[in-house]
């Protein structure tokens, strides 16, 4: 789909040339969080062009996890069936390994993503979504495609973003076409910023990262061997090890693409390596993979060999006046706990209504500055975890008793006496046992991938202080309606169909949930409608003719009264809640300050 939307281009500010191409909204990125954006304002109807400066979607694996906020917000974008029917389902990854070669002595293992018996309840009740796992260069032909279908965004490939001027009506941006070197420009009200880690929207913006760049060098090797026979009683996506001989940080990381023939080989690199690989010399990186392997004879094809390095910084801003930035281009950090892509998903979802709304003129600008105040919290606090979640590997070689310095030999004895019946190999056991239960935090961290909450921005507070959580709230999601919580999952009956909380709400709109006695609420929303624009959708639950509470779940979930009210807004996040239908008249003026006067800091 590359073509000029309809209709002359209107003219530019006053004193300048009229643009090649007038549009409400420019996205700039054609990544997962550019193309969830556009098809985020497709559905909502907001006209918008999409510019990536690569002429296709990503020719490698990439990022790959996709967790359960990511397919809730799938859902709601009408992809998520589309999308587990290419991937690979959970089941398949219910592993974390750690080994010294494939062919080699496991060193441990552990339940992950939800899939171990003490876990698995857990993720089911938490969402009607499942994580599965589908590289970036799948995901994004599905994304382009339900774009192309939407009709509503342009998309344009091989346009690399220049530079841009704001004003007070809106924002000019100059792009360049790499096949034919012309400049042309797009006038916008809006810029939506998802052009990487290199990002010039950000740049262009002045906006600066915070943090540390160059953490670690690496580098990722795409290929092709068949490690059926090591892998099929032991599925999963991450398979560590550590060859001994090798130094402790010297982690060789085996990512399953698809199970068990395609692989992301992720090896770590000191400052004398980085200096010295050559990414053209397949055989060496062959001979390395098949030391990895354990098996010096395995078929191995090299399809793509990618250096890079690891950094793990915040913009100190998300935004700047009328331009918006997300996804790599405002955090970035390591690819443990897999929350890059995850994290530009949810931006995009979380500024997407709020520029329909504003756009429309319902609400005020100052709802999109809601964007940067929710979600760069967000973003600091993944990128925390990661990085914690990557030094915690390093425990993994000291519980074995692995030191710089020792020989291949050492470290093979240190395996092999591992299950020794002496006192030595008894605390390293141990200690194996704790550093492999601290990587819990990377494959269960459930409360931090589903359990984030807006503290500020388009919320309003009830009164109520924010819950407490009884377990670990990264490794444990808490579900509570308090306002800026994402809203509970729990499954209802509309007639003869079972349908999450989560899917009878959002769809581009504000929804109010009630029950028994909550007739007041209707009216009120009817009240908020006229009085600001935007429809509020009243769902009874429990009721004669409303949703049915087949388990008993919502009510147990819902922390207000059968006649109480909890509004959720568009990206399912919980607005506002009231404990009975006595607030009911309050909800227009809730409302009204919601889209013009949301809460900050």
Request: proline fraction near 7%; charge should be negative.
């Amino acid at each position: 789909m590359t073509h000029r939307p309809r209709g002359a281009p209107a003219p530019g500010p006053a004193g300048t040339p009229a643009p090649d191409v007038r549009v409400p909204v420019l996205v700039v990125g054609a990544g997962p969080a550019g193309l969830t954006a556009s098809l985020a304002l497709s559905r909502q109807g907001v006209r918008h062009l999409l510019v990536d400066r690569h002429h296709g979607s990503a020719h490698t694996p990439r990022a790959h996890l996709l967790n359960q906020r990511t397919g809730e917000i799938l859902r709601d974008l009408g992809l998520e069936e589309r999308v587990l029917a290419e991937a690979t389902p959970s089941p398949m990854f219910a592993n974390h390994v750690f080994m010294s070669t494939f062919a080699g002595p496991e060193v441990s293992r552990l339940d992950a993503y939800g899939n171990g018996p003490d876990r698995v309840g857990d993720y089911l009740a938490a969402s009607p979504s499942r994580m599965c796992n589908l590289a970036q260069h799948l995901l994004e032909p599905l994304l382009v495609a339900e774009v192309e279908r939407a009709g509503v965004g342009s998309l344009r490939c091989g346009q690399e973003f220049q530079r841009l001027e704001q004003d007070g009506e809106g924002v000019t941006s100059v792009l360049r076409d790499r096949r034919t070197g012309r400049e042309w420009t797009v006038r916008s009200e809006y810029v939506i910023g998802a052009d990487g880690g290199r990002s010039r929207v950000r740049e262009s913006c002045g906006i600066a990262l915070k943090g540390t760049e160059g953490l670690a060098r690496a580098v990722s090797v795409w290929f092709e061997a068949d490690l059926s026979r090591h892998c099929a009683d032991r599925p999963a996506i991450l398979y560590v090890g550590g060859v001994p001989g090798r130094p402790p940080e010297d982690g060789r990381v085996f990512v399953s693409v698809r199970p068990w023939h395609d692989w992301m080989y992720l090896r770590f690199l000191d400052s004398e390596g980085a200096a010295s690989f050559d990414p053209d010399d397949h055989e060496e990186i062959v001979a390395h993979i098949r030391q990895s392997i354990g098996d010096p004879a395995i078929d191995v094809r090299v399809k793509c060999v990618s250096p890079w390095q690891v950094n793990a910084v915040v913009a100190e801003r998300f935004a700047a006046g009328r331009v918006f930035c997300l996804g790599d281009a405002v955090h970035q950090m390591p690819p443990t706990n897999g929350l890059g892509l995850n994290t530009a998903i949810a931006d995009a979802f979380n500024l997407a209504w709020k520029l329909r709304l504003v756009l429309a003129g319902r609400a005020g600008p100052e709802l999109l500055a809601t964007y940067e105040s929710e979600r760069r919290p967000v973003a600091a606090q993944v990128v925390d975890r990661a990085v914690r979640s990557m030094v915690d590997f390093l425990g993994i070689p000291a519980a074995l008793g692995y030191t710089a310095g020792q020989s291949a030999e050492e470290q093979w004895e240190l395996l092999r006496s591992l299950d020794d019946d002496t006192p030595s190999a008894a605390a390293r056991r141990t200690a194996l046992a704790e550093a492999t239960a601290r990587i819990d935090y990377q494959v269960n961290a459930h409360g931090v991938e589903l359990g984030y909450r807006y503290r500020t921005g388009a919320r309003m507070d009830d009164g109520t202080p924010e819950p407490t959580a009884e377990r670990d709230p990264e490794l444990y999601y808490t579900p509570t309606t308090w306002p800026g919580a994402r809203l509970p999952h729990a499954w209802l009956e509309d007639g003869r169909r079972r349908r999450s909380t989560l899917d009878v709400t959002g769809g581009g709109r504000f929804t109010l949930l009630t029950g028994r006695g909550g007739d007041a609420w209707y009216d009120a929303a009817r009240a908020a409608a006229r009085e600001t624009g935007v429809d509020v959708t009243v769902l009874s639950v429990g009721t004669t003719g409303g949703l049915r509470d087949p388990y008993g779940t919502w009510e147990r979930l819902r922390e207000v009264d059968a006649d109480g009210g909890v509004l959720v807004r568009p990206d399912a996040h919980v607005a506002w809640r009231a404990r009975t239908s006595a607030s009911a008249p309050d909800l227009p003026k809730i409302l009204t300050e919601l889209l013009h006067t949301p809460s900050h800091p």
